[in-house]
């Protein structure tokens, strides 16, 4: 589903150059969910924004769900993108925009119908358990409700992929349980592959099959997450 071969990420930077990812390979299995993590500045941003398109890789090659998003531009990639979704740490809702409106985004954009819409966006409600709150805005919801809001918008084009940036590091504790159960069922009931970056080890346990461990740009370790936490 996913591969990453030799790839690195330089940035250039006033004090010279930063390598922000450094020869990283991964091959991350249908249906995987797949953690990375690391403390700030280890590259696990920089390594998730490459997979759909958002960074190019410096050198290296990315593939993801039959796409090279490390080589194609344009509308290419932007069709590429409605395979590889994206859920964000601030929501990254439209703040003018209803719920309603929030999820039926990325179809408006992909020109299906408008009763095609409606019908989805129900659809959609009720896989996240946002009855009710179909026409709240984003600033009335709780934080829990605005990542199930992003959640419905990044499965709106039925996507094989949903990449996770730090999706429930702006949550309590007892929010972010609910949002990995949510995470867990949506794996469970449509087969989606997920990849998530985080610096929380609770994360990696609740929900990841599979870790890799980022520092400095590389992987230090990799493998099944019991294997690599062995003790508690
Ligand atoms: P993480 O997500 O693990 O916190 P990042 O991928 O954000 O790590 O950053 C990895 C390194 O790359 C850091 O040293 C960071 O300062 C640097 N970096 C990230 N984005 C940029 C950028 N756009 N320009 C220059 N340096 C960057
Ligand atoms: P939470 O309390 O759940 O963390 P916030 O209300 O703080 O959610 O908002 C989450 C993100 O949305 C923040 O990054 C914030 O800057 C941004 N945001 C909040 N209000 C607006 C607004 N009116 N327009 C655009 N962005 C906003």
Redesign the pocket.
Known sequence: MISIKNVQKIYPSKQGQVKAVDDVNLEISDGEIFGVIGYSGAGKSTLIRMLNGLELPTQGKVVVANNEVSKIKGSQLRKARQEISMIFQ??N?L?SRTVRDNIAFPLEIAGVSKKERLKRVDELIKLVGLEGRENAY??Q???GQ?QRVGIARALANNPKVLLCDEATS??DPQTTDSILDLLVDINARLGLTIVLITHEMHVIRKICHRVAVMENGKVVEMGPVLDVFKNP
């Open positions: 601030h929501f809702l703040w984003p600033s919801l709780s934080g605005k702006a949550l």
